[in-house]
């Protein structure tokens, strides 16, 4: 009786023991299918992922500093493309006013119809035609009374204008006028002056200047 009991129990617990292996072992088939799964999956995940790539850099997106920088430049006049001519000597022009003493520079146009004079002052002006349309002004001998003009002057660091004069005070009166070829520039006492074909003289001082022919005029 004690041998069949000792037998039994024996089976009994190679019986628990085979349970438990057997458990363990579908549990770490469990566990490892699992595992393989998870790696499939993050596997397939990566190779899903589009390739991170940097945005390619345009070289017309890089700005240079130096071109930014805006460049110096005398201020935007009328026909400042009309000063573009040779420079004159202009000791060919230059002559000194006997009753003051002071420097001048006395030019007339090729057409012998427009005269200049050049001071430190200003730029006066008188021709022999001036336009039609030229302004009624206060008249040269002071009074309140209007009449044509016939002078144009453009006083330095200030517009232009016409107005009238009683004399030939922008007349050279020592000597003979030389002539300013067209297209070329007299540069002089902080003025500019050139002789055009169409458009007369032209002149300027910084930002003023003046322009007058025999058919229109211009001041600014």
Same mark, same amino acid.
């Given at each position: 009786m004690?041998?069949?009991r ?17 458990? $363990? &072992?579908? !549990?770490?088939?469990?566990?490892g299918?699992?595992?393989? *799964?998870?790696?499939?999956?993050? =596997?397939? %995940? ?24 805006k460049?110096?430049?005398k201020?935007?006049t ?7 001519g ?7 022009f ?9 420097e001048?520079?006395y030019?007339?146009t ?13 730029? $006066? &002006?008188? !021709?022999?035609?001036f ?5 009624? *002004?206060?008249?040269?001998?002071? =009074?309140? %009374? ?15 204008e ?18 300013l070829?067209?297209?070329?520039v007299?540069?002089v ?5 050139t002789a ?15 322009q007058f ?8």
């Amino acid at each position: 009786m004690t041998y069949d009991r000792t037998m039994n129990l024996l089976r009994a617990c190679l019986a628990v023991a085979a349970i438990i292996t057997l458990a $363990g &072992c579908g !549990s770490a088939q469990q566990s490892g299918g699992e595992s393989t *799964v998870e790696s499939q999956s993050q =596997s397939t %995940e990566k190779s899903d992922a589009a390739p991170s790539t940097a945005a390619p850099t345009k070289n017309s997106d890089i700005v240079d500093s130096k071109s930014t920088k805006k460049k110096e430049s005398k201020p935007k006049t009328p026909f400042a493309e009309h000063f573009g001519g040779p420079k004159v000597n202009k000791a060919d022009f230059h002559e000194t006013l006997l009753y003051s003493n002071k420097e001048a520079y006395y030019f007339q146009t090729p057409s012998e119809v427009h005269y200049c004079m050049i001071t430190s002052e200003e730029v $006066g &002006c008188m !021709s022999h035609r001036f336009p039609a349309d030229v302004p009624m *002004v206060r008249a040269a001998d002071g =009074s309140n %009374e209007q009449q044509p003009a016939n002078a144009v002057r453009l006083p330095a660091g200030k517009k232009g204008e016409m107005f009238a004069v009683s004399d030939v005070a922008y007349y050279n009166h020592q000597g003979p006028t030389t002539v300013l070829e067209y297209g070329k520039v007299l540069a002089v006492k902080g003025f500019e002056c050139t002789a055009n074909k169409e458009l007369g003289v032209i002149c300027r001082n910084n930002s003023h200047g003046i322009q007058f022919s025999s058919k229109k005029h211009t001041e600014w």
